[in-house]
């Protein structure tokens, strides 16, 4: 089956911890993005990459990192400077830019306390 | 910053009733696109239309797009319990040379039996 996966689907975490979010993909994209959706609100861009060992801050991107080492996978990472973690994250992928549909992964619902 | 404003927030509809959506926007736009997300799940593209149509359809959607009002609504006919989800345009705006999309608040559709 081709499409995307997210590890966990749920994560706990305590105040002042890293905590590193999983993507994978096996649709053969370019892109891959990184989004935020907050409770009753849209979602708002962290990071996006265009192709491997390339990646641009979105909206949001304070707080946050990633890495694109391979083609297949878009680890973020919450770092302990983000204000207010708890989200749900979502990732996509796309063929390459944004003017083509994009595929979203089940998300991961990250609690920090 | 969100470029597309769904509109009303909810809807609550019978089945078998039709179910209408907009969605306005403030920059000039490549692409829109309309995407459904069940409760805690990932988004699912739905349409794609492009700024020089003005109707699309797909199955039981019909997405119309007015660049001069800078508007596009979602028709759902004849609508199905199943389509209970949350409904979020997304917008590629020409400034943006790359495409990243901006997500809208989303409208929330609940079909009742």
């Known amino acids: 089956d081709g499409g995307i996966t997210q590890s966990p689907k749920y994560l706990f975490r305590k105040e002042g911890q890293n905590v590193t979010l999983s993507c994978e993909q096996n649709l053969n994209h370019d892109a891959m993005y990184w989004y935020r959706q907050d409770p009753g ?8 990459s265009q192709i491997v060992n390339d990646f641009q801050k979105g909206d949001i991107a304070e707080g946050y ?4 080492e391979k083609k297949e ?7 302990s400077a983000q204000k207010n973690p708890t989200a749900f994250y979502l990732c996509a992928s796309s063929i390459t830019g944004g ?15 | 910053s969100q470029q597309g404003e769904e509109d009303p927030q909810a809807l609550s509809i019978q089945e078998g009733e039709n179910a209408t959506m907009n969605c306005s926007y403030k920059t000039s736009i490549n692409n829109l696109q309309w995407y459904r ?39 759902i006919t004849a609508s199905r319990a199943a389509d209970t989800a949350s409904y979020f345009c997304a917008t590629d705006g020409t400034t943006d040379s ?7 608040a989303g409208t929330q559709v609940v ?3």
């Not at chain 1, 990192?65 to 694109?68: D, E, N, T």
């Not at chain 1, 996978?73 to 770092?79: A, E, G, K």
């Not at chain 1, 003017?99 to 306390?113: D, M, N, S, W």
């Open chain 1, 41 to 48: 609100q849209g979602l708002r861009l962290i990071y996006y």
């Open chain 1, 73 to 79: 996978s878009f680890p973020l990472t919450v770092t």
């Open chain 2, 98 to 104: 790359w495409g990243k999309l901006q997500f809208g």
């Open chain 1, 99 to 113: 003017r083509y549909e994009q595929y979203f992964g089940p998300g991961t619902r990250l609690t920090v306390t």
């Open chain 1, 65 to 68: 990192s990633v890495s694109r």
């Open chain 2, 111 to 113: 079909v009742t039996p």
């Open chain 2, 37 to 75: 997300q069940n409760s805690g799940r990932g988004l699912v593209h739905l349409i794609l239309i492009r700024s020089n149509e003005r109707e699309k359809h797909s199955g039981r959607l019909r997405v119309t797009l007015d660049t001069s009002k800078k508007s596009s609504s979602l028709l």
